[in-house]
Every structure is written in structure tokens, then in C-alpha cells.
């Protein structure tokens, strides 16, 4: 054990007029994740440290944060992963507003994720037994199905943070993939086309920030080049 600094970003809007770091001592283990440390913080030493978390075990997605400049989950993050000598920056997401202190507004991550999945995919009409896919067709979005919107690829994007804030995200791009790829959906070309506009997939500069960030290791970056290959050819069939 040793005693490490938990340097946090705090803001509290009925208080605070601008954001602060408040540092906090604790002991811990080098192989103490960081959501232990901040539980540690919050029942032992500050009731009021605001953050979400649920699963604690890198699933449910809800505890995307930044420490010490890198987007990850705090429950996914050793103390021992870092230079903890210094002591350790915590830091709310990028890009979203926050509301108070670690949380931050993610409604507009699930907008863009509205927005390119509006209705239930259509799937094959019924059958009298199973839908089959092959194992090939099932491959082709095995990587997709991983995603535990966390929204640490939205709220790393240059794309979205500085050029358009309206670009629906990666993570939305992701998920349509998922749908265009089944074999066992029929409206495919109705989904690329609602991604197929200026604030959907072609907003995508392919940066690569989302590919690197992704606590699941999801390969999105390709996932959404694969996407733009299969869109162009219907482009092209619509000009005159
Ligand atoms: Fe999180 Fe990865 Fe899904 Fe983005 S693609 S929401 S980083 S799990
Ligand atoms: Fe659920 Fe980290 S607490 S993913």
C-alpha cells in the first residue's frame, strides 16, 4: 500500500462558478482499480464526490471519465497503470456538458444513436423455424456487438469536439454497422442512407481517437471505413 493524491476536477453548478481540483489523500494498492479509489474517496472522506458507476467490471459502460489525459473507465484503470508518485488527475469527459463534478450530460451521445436507429431493424419475414447465418456472416459484426456504449469514442473524437458537434459519433456509426452487416436484416440501404448525409458517417475524418480509446478494443475506425465502402456504391446509383 502506499499513499497516493487523487487530484479531481469538481463542479458543483449551485455552488461553483467555475470548475476546480481538489486533491485527495488516500492509501492504496497499486492494483486497486481507480473506481476504488474514488469509492474509497466518497464513503470515507467526501460524501458529495458526484460519479457514476454500476457494474464495476468494464459492462455496463456508465463510468467513462479521463485520468491523467487518457479517456477510459475508472473501473477498467489500475492505480499501478499510472505514474501515481505524482499523483493521479481525474477528470470529467470531454465534450458533454458536465452536470456535477465526474457526470456528465450523455444525452447527446444517445441522440446520434436515436438518430441513425429510428426504428427497430427490420428483420427477414417470418420463418417457420430458425433464422440461419453463417458463421462468416455472424463474423462480419462480432466486433460491433462488443460496443457498452460508454461514450469515451463520442467524447474523444477531434470531429465532434472541435469540428462538428452535430457528427452523430462513432459509437452511432458503430451501431448502424451492426445492422447493416446482419444477413438476418432486410432494410440495410434504409439505414445507410440515414447515415449517408454531411453530420452523419461521412463526418467521420478518421482520426483513429475512437480505435484507440475503446475500453472493448473495438476496431471502430474500420468498422466505419467498412461502413463508407458499402454507402458509396448506393450514391453512385442515385446520380443521374
Ligand atoms: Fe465505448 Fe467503444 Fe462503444 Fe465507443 S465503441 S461507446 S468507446 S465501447
Ligand atoms: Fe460499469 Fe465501469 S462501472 S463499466
Redo the contacts with the bound molecule.
Keep these: 500500500m502506499a499513499t497516493i493524491t487523487l487530484k479531481i476536477r469538481r463542479f458543483n453548478p449551485d455552488t461553483d462558478s467555475s470548475p476546480h481540483f481538489e486533491a485527495y489523500e488516500i492509501e492504496a494498492a497499486p492494483t486497486d482499480r481507480i473506481l476504488d479509489c474514488l469509492n474509497k474517496i466518497r464513503w470515507q472522506l467526501d460524501s458529495s464526490l458526484a460519479y457514476r458507476m454500476s457494474c464495476g467490471h468494464g459492462i455496463c459502460?456508465s463510468d467513462?471519465m479521463v485520468i491523467n489525459g487518457k479517456t477510459c473507465l475508472a473501473c477498467q484503470e489500475l492505480v499501478g497503470d499510472f505514474d501515481y508518485s505524482k499523483g493521479i488527475t481525474v477528470e470529467p469527459l470531454q465534450y458533454f456538458k458536465v452536470i456535477k463534478d465526474l457526470v456528465v450530460d450523455i444525452d447527446p451521445f444517445f441522440e446520434g444513436f436515436r438518430e441513425i436507429h429510428p426504428a427497430e431493424p427490420q428483420a427477414q419475414p417470418t420463418v417457420e423455424k430458425e433464422r440461419l447465418q453463417s458463421i462468416e456472416d455472424r463474423a462480419k459484426f462480432d466486433d460491433a456487438i462488443?460496443?457498452?456504449?460508454?461514450?469515451?469514442?463520442?467524447a474523444s473524437c477531434p470531429v465532434d469536439i472541435k469540428e462538428d458537434p452535430l457528427y452523430v459519433g462513432?459509437?452511432a456509426v458503430?451501431r448502424a454497422f451492426r445492422y447493416i452487416f446482419d444477413s438476418r436484416f432486410v432494410d440495410a440501404d434504409a439505414r445507410m442512407q440515414i447515415m449517408n448525409k454531411p453530420h452523419g458517417i461521412w463526418a467521420c475524418k478518421t482520426y483513429y481517437r475512437?480505435t484507440v480509446?475503446?475500453?472493448?478494443g473495438?476496431k471502430?475506425t474500420k468498422a466505419i471505413l467498412e461502413a463508407k465502402d458499402r454507402i458509396r456504391p448506393a450514391d453512385k446509383k442515385q446520380q443521374p
Design positions: 459502460g467513462g462488443k460496443c457498452i456504449a460508454c461514450a469515451c469514442c463520442t462513432p459509437a458503430l475512437c480509446v475503446c475500453p472493448k473495438i471502430v
